[in-house]
């Protein structure tokens, strides 16, 4: 009976093993070998050590320029969303008439991500016609030229994110603190505490655990950010919007440099490492873990 | 009665956040909606009208002159139903393996399983690249569908096997009793009882896969063979000027989203409060 199960646990677990061996441990081999070699596809791959690494760190300013643009995105986007989506999530948490409603509202541009996304913010964002500068122009203000601006198409592209992302964080953040005893916020009532002093010194402290591991996946997410840049600015202007995963993708499949490509790949999980080790360093000082 | 007017206030501070943020939220919908019904001169005056003179579906109609919209409508359909074929099958049958059954170093892979997560697709893209294209699966579906066969990924696989072990185990015992096989008890008892599970997988692997760009980008250049969301970025890039006929097209590609939404808004708030994946 024992051995049976046993072996029938390795046939019902096979699929996956299958599926690793092929599309994750053969391919990462590979990738680590291209990232050693100059590569086009067309002829076979020409080893030269880590002259790509070497290149990429010492000789490509484009390569610096994508990791400054993703750091800038990350380091206001990941912020913005957590502490954002916080307060909404203490909002929604109020016992009000038509709450659902409210939530289900603030949730709904959550399905819309990617390629529709980036095609109607195109339009928002229209410096001329736009919604954003034709309201602004209703109360008299000139608005920026968004993604035709250097200075601001990096904080356009993060209102967006925000925009599509904030309610699906909301949830979340509502998912934990529905869980904080509610006695917690009785007393501290009683001792005439206000709503700042309940969401500093209770909330807070005690969704820290929820709070540290999306911080992680949200950086994680915005080292990701592709389709976006792709779609609306092709990285312009002036490469103020080359992100990361924009230019190694120019680099695989429009130079078709795919050992180049592959070596971008390994540095960026290189630098997705680093930062989040940094974060789990932090993380030390607030995170408070019940036992 | 002081304390009441406080009350009262608080409520109304409440209820005017509230109503702010809606229209931060709501306002674009509104916004794209009356875009795609008016003609390209009333697009371009100020201030906005936000409801057009007379409603003008001119701009939808365009979209099919521009695109073979119904050919990339099905594509999108085909390889998202498939996936999500693949998905739910496979995550739950290796789920089964870590839920339901005993073997040595179980606990271990599960473990290994989780790690792969980390990975950053970027790796192993340009392989997998490399190898669909030797072995000639450029410009078909397959490279989009067959590897989520295997497995079906790790987060759904995580997400089944929490699901699965809280059926109680004396189900399994008794139906072992009985002679069933561990297929049969898979299938017939353990399939059925995780509806909620199977509808969360699926609602969140169509969102994943109908929005998916960069899979297509890379495996289908054949203009006949793309999916709507390449369809949609080739509009945007060629005609930038076109508001309303590229609002229109959104609108179009964003509607069963739409629609599986306000049908499976359970599943998928619960999905969403368990991943956030949306990327």
Redesign the interface.
């Known amino acids: 009976m024992?051995r049976k199960?046993?072996?029938?646990?390795?046939?019902?677990?096979a699929?996956?093993v299958?599926?690793?061996l092929?599309?994750?441990l053969?391919?990462?081999i590979?990738?680590i070998y291209?990232s050693l070699c100059q590569y086009d596809?067309l002829r076979i791959p020409q080893f030269i050590g880590i002259k790509n690494y070497t290149d990429l760190l010492f000789e490509d300013k484009y390569f610096w320029k994508s990791v400054w643009n993703t750091l800038f995105y990350t380091a206001v986007r990941t912020p913005m969303c957590i502490l954002g989506s916080l307060l909404?999530a203490v909002?929604?948490n109020?016992a009000?008439k038509g709450m659902k409603i409210?939530r289900?509202?603030?949730?709904?541009?959550?399905?819309?991500?990617?390629?529709?996304l980036?095609?109607?913010?195109?339009?928002?964002l229209?410096p001329?016609?736009g919604?954003i500068n034709?309201m602004l122009?209703?109360f008299g203000l000139h608005g920026p030229l968004w993604l035709q601006s250097t200075t601001w198409s990096k904080p356009a592209i993060i209102l967006m994110s925000l925009?599509?992302?904030?309610?699906?964080?909301m949830?979340?953040f509502l998912?934990a603190i529905q869980g904080i005893p509610k006695t917690l916020y009785e007393v501290a009532e009683l001792d005439g505490g206000g709503w700042w002093t309940k969401f500093r010194y209770i909330t807070v402290p005690m969704i820290s655990p929820v709070i540290f591991l999306?911080s992680v996946?949200e950086v994680i997410?915005s080292?990701?950010?592709?389709?976006e840049a792709?779609?609306m600015t092709q990285g312009g202007p002036l490469n103020s919007t080359l992100f990361y995963?924009l230019y190694?993708?120019m680099k695989?499949?429009d130079d078709f440099s795919?050992g180049y490509?592959?070596a971008?790949?390994?540095l960026?999980?290189v630098l997705?490492l680093v930062v989040t080790l940094i974060q789990f360093k932090i993380s030390k000082k607030y995170v408070h873990y019940q036992n | 009665m002081r304390k009441i007017d406080k009350k009262v206030f608080k409520k109304v501070v409440t209820y005017l956040l509230l109503i702010s943020i809606t229209v931060f939220f709501i306002l674009p919908f509104l916004w794209i909606l009356s875009t795609s019904l008016k003609s390209d001169a009333n697009i371009f005056i100020f201030p906005p009208k936000w409801i057009p003179d007379k409603l003008d579906f001119a701009n939808y109609a365009e979209v099919f002159q521009r695109i073979p919209f119904l050919v990339y409508l099905k594509n999108s359909v085909f390889v998202t139903s498939m996936t999500i074929i693949g998905i739910v099958l496979s995550s739950s049958f290796v789920a089964y393996a870590f839920a339901c059954l005993k073997w040595p170093g179980r606990d271990k892979v599960f473990i290994f399983v989780l790690i792969t997560m980390m990975l950053p697709v970027q790796v192993t893209m340009i392989p997998l690249f490399v190898l669909f294209k030797n072995i000639g699966w450029l410009n078909t579906f397959k490279p989009l569908i067959v590897p989520y066969f295997f497995g079906g990924g790790a987060f759904n696989i995580f997400l089944m096997r929490q699901f699965f072990r809280s059926i109680p185990s004396d189900l399994f015992d008794a139906a072992r009793i009985d002679g069933m096989s561990e297929f049969g008890i898979y299938w017939n008892i353990v399939l059925p009882l995780s509806k909620p599970a199977l509808a969360t997988v699926a609602v969140l692997t169509f969102m994943m896969i109908w929005n998916d760009f960069i899979g297509p980008l890379i495996y289908l250049s054949d203009k006949m063979k793309g999916t709507l969301a390449l369809g949609l970025a080739m509009l945007v890039g060629q005609t930038q000027t076109e508001w309303g006929m590229l609002m229109a097209a959104s609108l179009m590609m964003m509607l069963p989203a739409i629609l599986i939404f306000f049908f499976f808004q359970k599943y998928f708030i619960r999905g969403f409060m368990m991943s956030g994946i949306k990327d």
């Open positions: 024992k199960q046993a072996l029938l646990g390795f046939v019902f677990v699929p996956w299958i599926g690793f092929i599309f994750g053969y391919p990462i590979k990738s291209f596809v909404l909002l929604v109020k009000v409210f289900t509202t603030f949730f709904m541009p959550s399905i819309i991500t990617g390629v529709v980036s095609s109607l913010w195109l339009w928002i229209n001329q016609y919604l034709s122009a209703f925009w599509s992302i904030g309610g699906g964080r949830l979340v998912a999306w996946i997410f080292f990701q950010v592709f389709t792709y779609i995963n190694l993708y695989a499949f795919m490509a592959s971008l790949a390994w960026l999980l997705t």
